[in-house]
């Protein structure tokens, strides 16, 4: 109980929690974005080398601006520095790890994202329709405050491995 605790001190601090008021959305989101690496393990194939980067990648419109630059500059995940890159095509996720998709995208993207059989994508939406069925964590904004839904079955499509903190962060998880 005192682990969970702590840690969920250390993520609300890390993804904008009380400095809610200081930041805006797409600053605490590419938080979140982040900081979900630390807490997934991808499969072995998502990476060429060790020194490869860990790409997160941002599909359509990118809401982000110089917030996703900020949050990664400098950081590693395990032996991979963190780089955000900006794609316009869904058939262009190579390298990629994390997929932001943006909302101007969601309708035309999973199609495509299954017709190319890569595994290993932790693929992130915002689906305000209630059904994020085809992203792995789902971004929602409740009372000004942004929270994450999980949806396990599709991680596991993925061979991601999601840890059981981060699942106890989660508003909802599917199964």
Not at 71 to 79: F, P, S, Y
Not at 115 to 122: D, E, M, S
Not at 142 to 153: A, D, M, P, S, T
Request: with cysteine; charged share 20%; proline share 3%.
């Amino acid at each position: 109980m005192v682990l969970r605790l702590s840690l969920a001190m250390v993520l609300a601090a890390q993804f904008g929690g009380d400095l809610r008021a200081q930041l805006d959305e797409y600053q605490v989101k590419a938080a979140f974005l982040q900081n979900f690496a630390k807490f997934i393990e991808w499969p072995a194939e998502a990476f060429s080398s060790p020194s490869e980067p860990f790409t997160i990648c941002v599909l359509g419109q990118d809401p982000f601006g110089r917030s996703l630059d900020d949050a990664v500059a400098g950081k590693l995940i395990a032996t991979h520095p963190i780089a955000a890159r900006r794609i316009a095509d869904a058939r262009l996720t190579a390298g990629c790890q994390i997929l932001y998709v943006s909302s101007s995208q969601q309708k035309h993207v999973f199609s495509i994202l299954a017709a190319g059989k890569q595994t290993g994508i932790l693929t992130v939406g915002e689906a305000r329709d209630g059904s994020p069925e085809d992203v792995v964590i789902n971004l929602t904004l409740e009372q000004g405050k942004v929270r994450f839904e999980i949806n396990l079955r599709k991680a596991n499509e993925e061979k991601l491995h999601i840890s059981a903190r981060l699942l106890s962060l989660a508003t909802v998880v599917r199964k």
